[in-house]
């Protein structure tokens, strides 16, 4: 099965460099100067400077010719996939599109399987997600990842796998969209609370209880509980709220630092934390955490009021 990357961000070309591997691959751009540039320089240093770009790695902007193999890679930031599935259905149809997308879609209120499925019946759609940056699977550090397909795929799982990627399949693809999806709300929040200088203690309450809400929530909307303590769930919260490579993680420092934070870096974590509030209130779902970041993002709380909001909570059972 020959791969395509559409999508030439810091994680669709660290997947594809990764996939070099094993095989061709293509990273198609939707900017054609932006491949230009990759094709003259070998290194994508718009988004990912310092990641030689393997030979076996064909960079194009001919979304007609990358589009060509069965197997497509969609690496685009989670506000953007159903416009781009909406424009370009008829080529996509009929392949396996893989979504390594991380959120909700706002206008929607739904993950990326279902957007596929919307805009593609004939495709097979699948979710790759999980603790992994961009930076370290271009270096070709061990990771693991998680593939969610609503029937068993085996061989996707294996043609997709590295000798440095390693891939675990599930069928839960609730439960591995969910967490990944709400995780970087959770990790915005935990930059909030080091970014205003709470302290490690306060962060390990955050995470906890906001593992606690992404499983209520997740749970509720159908996923398996394991899928959320596996690493499309707990492995990719602590990732994101424990490091400094996170967006999401540097973001909320700013908000709670109240420093400037370059408005063009993708944060997935923003607009999906309204997606997830609205989820929650749709479903009676309490969900604290998020609708507090969703506030924040909004600038319709400040950061003092938001943790007097959490602290001032109904004492409760855990
Ligand atoms: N960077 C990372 O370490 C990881 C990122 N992800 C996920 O991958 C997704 C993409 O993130 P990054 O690659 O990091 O973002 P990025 O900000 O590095 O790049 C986004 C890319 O998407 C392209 N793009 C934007 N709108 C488009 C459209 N309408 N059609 C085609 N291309 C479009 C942009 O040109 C850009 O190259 C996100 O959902 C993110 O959560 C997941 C795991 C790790
Ligand atoms: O999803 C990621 C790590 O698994 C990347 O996180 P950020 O988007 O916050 O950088």
Not at 48 to 72: C, F, Q, T
Not at 125 to 149: E, H, K, M, N, Q
Request: charged letters at 20%; one cysteine or more.
């Amino acid at each position: 099965m020959k791969v395509a990357v559409l999508g030439a961000g810091a994680f669709g070309t660290a997947l594809a460099i990764s996939l070099s591997q094993t095989g061709p691959v293509a990273l198609w751009a939707r900017e054609a100067s932006h491949a230009a540039e990759m094709a003259a320089r070998r290194e994508n240093a718009r988004r990912l400077p310092g990641a030689p770009l393997p030979e076996a790695l064909n960079i194009s902007a001919d979304l007609a010719r990358a589009s060509a193999a069965e197997v497509l890679l969609l690496a685009m930031p989670m506000q953007q996939m159903g416009g781009f599935l909406a424009a370009h259905s008829t080529r996509l149809d009929g392949k396996i599109l893989v979504s390594c997308s991380k959120g909700i879609d706002l206008a929607t209120g739904q993950g990326p399987i279902a957007l596929i499925e919307a805009a593609c019946p004939g495709a097979r759609a699948a979710v790759l997600t999980g603790p992994s940056f961009a930076a370290d699977i271009a270096r070709g550090l061990p990771t693991a990842l998680t593939l969610a397909t609503r029937a068993d795929a085996p061989d996707l799982q294996a043609r997709l796998s590295t000798p440095t990627l390693r891939l675990y399949r599930t069928t839960d693809t609730v439960g591995a969209e969910l967490g990944g999806a709400l995780k970087n709300v959770i990790a915005i929040a935990a930059g909030v609370v080091i970014g205003a200088k709470l302290g490690d203690s306060a962060r390990a309450a955050l995470m906890t209880r906001g593992f606690a809400e992404m499983s209520r929530l997740a749970l509720k909307l159908g996923a398996r509980p394991e899928t959320l303590a596996g690493l499309s769930g707990f492995g990719d919260l602590v990732l994101t709220c424990t490091s400094a490579q996170s967006r999401n993680f540097r973001f909320g420092q700013a908000l709670g630092s109240g420093a400037a934070f370059d408005a063009a870096i993708t944060v997935e974590g923003a607009a999906t934390a309204r997606a997830a509030m609205e989820l929650g209130l749709r479903h009676g779902i309490e969900m604290p955490i998020t609708a507090m970041i969703a506030a924040l993002v909004g600038r319709e709380l400040s950061v003092s009021d938001a943790v007097s909001a959490l602290l001032s909570r109904p004492l409760k059972e855990e």
